[in-house]
């Protein structure tokens, strides 16, 4: 049992070291040629930034980073912007084990202010969802089939370790799958956040802990490990 324990200690310190060291990149480079990205803000709605049973000042803390990416994104000719956004049926299977977030409707499933208020709204391409998958019962696929020329995504939003994890993973996996040679998948860490509960908390609202450091650590080297480049921010 110790060995394992100083197994697990070895691997968590170096996955604090291996985040603490993640390499910048540089937008131009990742934007080289701008007709085949898309930027994809997931959830960065009102209901996770701003109010409601999930907003945090986690996910609040994410979005100038993220505006930036669009802003920039832009101003280097980038014309696809997809918004993956939750929005709920009032009796969504997955209140089951989520609180009720995000209904269709109400403020929480709007789009922040931050995006919204940009010069160059209109561009984007809300895609609303009623669970954690991106491509499951969404219009995702069919716009990705309509734009064959978009292989490579820039994937901002929360949380980390949930739809972040699953949208990033899909874009990658469907690019394998396709054998799409030079295809990408960026996701900046400065971008993306995740929840945290501690343990104490948890069990006084009978619901599961989430350590948010660990987790959002772990599920950005999940992503790495499957492809996706975790990089620290876009400079």
């Not at 968590?12 to 803000?41: C, F, G, H, T, Y």
């Not at 907003?55 to 930036?68: F, G, H, K, L, N």
């Not at 054998?179 to 971008?191: D, H, M």
């Not at 009978?206 to 996706?228: E, I, K, S, T, W």
Request: with cysteine; net charge negative.
């Amino acid at each position: 049992m110790a060995k394992e324990q100083m197994a697990s200690e070895t691997f968590l310190d170096w996955l604090q070291n291996w985040e603490a060291n993640l390499p910048s990149l540089d937008m131009e480079e990742a934007i080289a040629e701008p007709a085949r990205v898309a930027v994809v803000s997931q959830d960065l709605l009102k209901g996770f930034c701003d109010v409601g049973p999930l907003s945090s000042e986690r996910a609040a803390s994410i979005v100038p980073a993220a505006v930036d990416v669009f802003k920039r994104s832009h101003a280097l000719g980038v014309r696809h912007f997809l918004l993956l956004q939750d929005t709920h049926d009032p009796e969504a299977v997955e209140f089951s084990a989520y609180p009720p977030h995000c209904i269709e409707g109400t403020e929480e499933s709007e789009t922040i202010d931050e995006l919204q208020e940009l010069s160059f709204s209109d561009l984007f391409t809300i895609l609303p969802k009623n669970s954690i998958s991106s491509n499951l019962g969404t219009d995702l696929e069919p716009w990705l089939d309509d734009h064959p020329e978009v292989d490579s995504f820039i994937v901002v939003g929360v949380c980390t370790d949930i739809c972040v994890y699953h949208a990033a993973l899909y874009f990658r996996i469907r690019a394998n799958v396709l054998g799409q040679e030079g295809a990408r998948v960026i996701v900046p860490a400065n971008c993306v956040q995740t929840f945290d509960m501690p343990v104490d908390v948890a069990q006084e609202v009978g619901a599961m802990p989430h350590d948010g450091d660990l987790l959002h650590r772990l599920f950005l080297y999940q992503m790495a490990l499957n492809g996706v480049e975790v990089v620290a921010g876009l400079a």
